[in-house]
């Protein structure tokens, strides 16, 4: 393990971006694999002295799991996974009688189950995938004392009911929630008025909603709803909000001080259906400028919505996410050329319609030394256009640079 393969580690433990973090573990295993003594305290020291890599929790699935991590690294944060029939009940003992995971992840588990887990500890974040929420595992839920150092919650499926709303924004033990997660919420405007009243809404620094079938009508009543002063991260993609629910939000106060905003599709063909006239408007927005990470991918925009972005003052702007829409060349050249990004890290333009006239302007570019990653998985890119690439700019993750 080099000194440019720690640094490249630590560039991506502090990107504002989670998806970005993520690569991080990966980055980690393939170095240990690599060389599983000779860099031992190198790794040791790298984790120790980075707060980012300290607070990330690592998901695992038992604790033999977390066993063999802490083998080559000490991480400090993990995040307990359990589901039905995969060593269930010996997670679960082992998180009654040990204080040293404050993070869990309960998937498809019945009401009883659910509660018999949360119950046993304190927690800093809790995610509940799928999980029986009935009234009485709501209320029971929600009235737990261990819940007052919760920071973060995460709920996928079945949230979106009077009871476990109710239970939620009446609780007594969450003050300290910052980051909250309500996905897959068919029905959730119907909410959102309730939500709004909740003295823990205005102290929320993250929210994500995405994934919950808010289409444009969704989005609009969301918009109109008093945004929390404090909020850095808003995630809306696979929404199918469309121009009309981006146009809206654009014109709102939610993107002021965003720090992270995620309007983008997902690799199940998921999409919020964004086009042209919806980026037009976002560019438009005079919120941006805290912007950090930007995530358009898997939308519909060409080549006009494109040099409309590449006219919007992003000033620090660090990850750009462009992946799977319309674009051509027209479209990715005015963005390279813009000078609009001067802090731009990581830009992904996979999978649209990009030749070598893409990577000639990228090399000829101001932006390309600023850049660490640049992904161009699926466009029209030649072998020798990529080499030449890597070669004017030789720091560049080899694996960062795709084509098909």
Same mark, same amino acid.
């Given at each position: 393990?080099?000194?440019?393969?720690?640094?490249?580690?630590?560039?991506?433990?502090?990107?504002?971006?989670?998806?970005?973090?993520?690569?991080?573990?990966?980055?980690?295993?393939?170095?240990?694999?690599?060389?599983?003594?000779?860099?031992?305290?190198?790794?040791?020291?790298?984790?120790?002295?980075?707060?980012?890599?300290?607070?990330?929790?690592?998901?695992?699935?038992?604790?033999?799991?977390?066993?063999?991590?802490?083998?080559?690294?000490?991480?400090?944060?993990?995040?307990?996974?359990?589901?039905?029939?995969?060593?269930?009940?010996?997670?679960?003992?082992?998180?009654?009688?040990?204080?040293?995971?404050?993070?869990?992840?309960?998937?498809?588990?019945?009401?009883?189950?659910?509660?018999?887990?949360?119950?046993?500890?304190?927690?800093?974040?809790?995610?509940?995938?799928?999980?029986?929420?009935?009234?009485?595992?709501?209320?029971?839920?929600?009235?737990?004392?261990?819940?007052?150092?919760?920071?973060?919650?995460?709920?996928?499926?079945?949230?979106?009911?009077?009871?476990?709303?109710?239970?939620?924004?009446?609780?007594?033990?969450?003050?300290?929630?910052?980051?909250?997660?309500?996905?897959?919420?068919?029905?959730?405007?119907?909410?959102?008025?309730?939500?709004?009243?909740?003295?823990?809404?205005?102290?929320?620094?993250?929210?994500?909603?995405?994934?919950?079938?808010?289409?444009?009508?969704?989005?609009?009543?969301?918009?109109?709803?008093?945004?929390?002063?404090?909020?850095?991260?808003?995630?809306?993609?696979?929404?199918?909000?469309? $121009?009309?629910?981006?146009? =809206? /939000?654009?014109? *709102?106060?939610? !993107?002021?001080? &965003?720090? +992270? %905003?995620? #309007?983008? @599709?997902?690799?199940?063909?998921?999409?919020?259906?964004?086009? $042209?006239?919806?980026?037009? =408007? /976002?560019?438009? *927005?005079?919120? !941006?400028?805290? &912007?950090? +990470? %930007?995530? #358009?991918? @898997?939308?519909?925009?060409?080549?006009?919505?494109?040099?409309?972005?590449?006219?919007?003052?992003?000033?620090?702007?660090?990850?750009?996410?462009?992946?799977?829409?319309?674009?051509?060349?027209? @479209?990715?050249?005015?963005?390279?050329?813009?000078?609009?990004?001067?802090?731009?890290?990581?830009?992904?333009?996979?999978?649209?319609?990009?030749?070598?006239?893409?990577?000639?302007?990228?090399? @000829?570019?101001?932006?390309?030394?600023?850049?660490?990653?640049?992904?161009?998985?699926?466009?029209?890119?030649?072998?020798?256009?990529?080499?030449?690439?890597?070669?004017?700019?030789?720091?560049?993750?080899?694996?960062?640079?795709?084509?098909?």
């Amino acid at each position: 393990m080099t000194s440019t393969d720690i640094q490249s580690i630590l560039e991506l433990a502090k990107n504002a971006d989670l998806e970005i973090r993520k690569r991080v573990w990966p980055g980690l295993k393939s170095l240990h694999e690599a060389d599983p003594q000779g860099h031992q305290d190198a790794l040791a020291a790298l984790v120790q002295h980075h707060q980012a890599l300290q607070a990330m929790p690592h998901q695992v699935r038992s604790v033999a799991d977390m066993a063999a991590i802490r083998a080559y690294a000490p991480f400090t944060a993990f995040e307990m996974a359990i589901e039905p029939g995969y060593d269930d009940v010996a997670n679960t003992a082992y998180l009654k009688a040990h204080q040293d995971i404050e993070h869990i992840a309960l998937f498809e588990l019945k009401g009883p189950a659910v509660l018999d887990i949360v119950q046993s500890g304190s927690w800093r974040s809790i995610a509940l995938g799928a999980c029986e929420l009935g009234p009485d595992t709501s209320a029971a839920l929600f009235g737990h004392p261990g819940l007052s150092a919760l920071h973060a919650l995460r709920v996928e499926d079945g949230w979106c009911t009077e009871s476990f709303v109710s239970a939620m924004t009446n609780s007594a033990h969450l003050s300290s929630l910052r980051d909250l997660a309500l996905t897959y919420g068919e029905g959730a405007p119907h909410f959102f008025p309730e939500l709004a009243r909740w003295p823990q809404w205005k102290r929320l620094r993250a929210l994500n909603m995405s994934f919950g079938g808010l289409e444009a009508q969704g989005i609009e009543a969301l918009a109109k709803l008093p945004a929390p002063p404090d909020l850095q991260h808003l995630h809306l993609g696979s929404n199918e909000m469309g $121009d009309e629910g981006l146009q =809206a /939000l654009a014109s *709102s106060t939610w !993107l002021d001080g &965003l720090r +992270v %905003l995620m #309007l983008g @599709g997902d690799a199940f063909g998921g999409t919020n259906g964004i086009e $042209d006239e919806g980026v037009v =408007a /976002l560019s438009q *927005s005079p919120h !941006l400028e805290s &912007l950090k +990470v %930007l995530d #358009l991918a @898997g939308n519909r925009i060409g080549d006009a919505g494109v040099k409309a972005l590449a006219q919007a003052a992003l000033p620090n702007l660090e990850t750009l996410r462009l992946g799977s829409n319309y674009m051509g060349d027209a @479209g990715a050249i005015a963005l390279i050329q813009s000078g609009n990004m001067p802090r731009l890290r990581h830009l992904d333009l996979g999978h649209n319609s990009l030749a070598d006239k893409t990577i000639d302007a990228l090399i @000829g570019s101001a932006l390309l030394p600023q850049l660490q990653t640049v992904t161009l998985i699926w466009n029209q890119c030649s072998a020798e256009g990529l080499a030449a690439l890597r070669e004017a700019n030789p720091h560049l993750c080899t694996e960062s640079v795709w084509t098909s």
